[in-house]
Structures are given as C-alpha cells and as structure tokens.
C-alpha cells in the first residue's frame, strides 16, 4: 500500500488571475497560493534549465500571469504564461514541493 502524504495530488487548481496566483489545494489536506511569476521563475522545461533564465525581478516587473492550463496524463500541469512561455510541465511532486519551498525560494 502506498503512502499518500510521499506523493500529495491536487484534489483542486484554482487560477486566480486578477491576483496572479495559482491556489493548490492538496490530498494531505495542504494550501499553497503560488504566484504565478515564481512558478514562471520555476520553470522545468529545458530552455529554462539550459539557457539563462530571466531574473525574479524581471519576471516581475512585467507582470508575468498564467493565462490558460492544460492538465498533462494525470500528473501534472502545463501552464501558458503571459509572455508566451508554454513548455515546462509541472508534477505534481513539482507543484507541492514549490509550495512547500515558497518561502526559502521566493525571498528578495
């Protein structure tokens, strides 16, 4: 028998796109409110892990915003972003330990 809380699914994904924050809520009964410029920051697809990825600040300062999901298997997500990256795929081990790590990761 597996063990749930090793492996938290979304049980719901809300985007919230005037406030530029992706809500997860999780089945070990966790919460994460994700801005939508960290995940962008965050990004897994391989441009974003070979390549010079922009900076927090420049994320920022233009306002990045997820405009549209599209859920990839039943694993995870693929998000469209307001400055046109689509490629990364985000797990949803990925989602929860971005939430997890929101803190540590996403200081000034």
């Known amino acids: 028998m597996s063990d749930q809380s090793a492996n938290p699914i979304p049980t719901t994904i809300t985007l919230h796109k005037l406030s530029r924050l ?3 809520e999780f089945d070990s009964g ?6 939508c ?3 962008r920051a965050f990004s897994t697809s391989a ?17 990045v915003n997820i405009l ?3 859920p990839v ?3 995870a997500i693929k998000p469209t972003f307001s400055d046109g990256h689509c490629t990364g795929i985000y797990s949803w081990n990925t ?4 939430g997890k790590n929101l803190e540590k990761n996403w200081k000034d």
Do not use: C, S, V
């Not at 966790?30 to 801005?35: A, S």
């Not at 441009?47 to 306002?63: F, V």
């Not at 989602?95 to 971005?98: A, R």
């Open 95 to 98: 989602l929860y330990e971005l």
């Open 30 to 35: 966790e919460r994460f409110l994700l801005p």
């Open 37 to 39: 410029a960290y995940l």
């Open 47 to 63: 441009d974003m892990r070979h390549g010079t990825p922009p900076t927090k600040a420049e994320i920022i300062k233009n306002q």
């Open 73 to 75: 298997g039943n694993y």
């Open 22 to 24: 992706l809500e997860l």
């Open 68 to 70: 549209a999901i599209e």
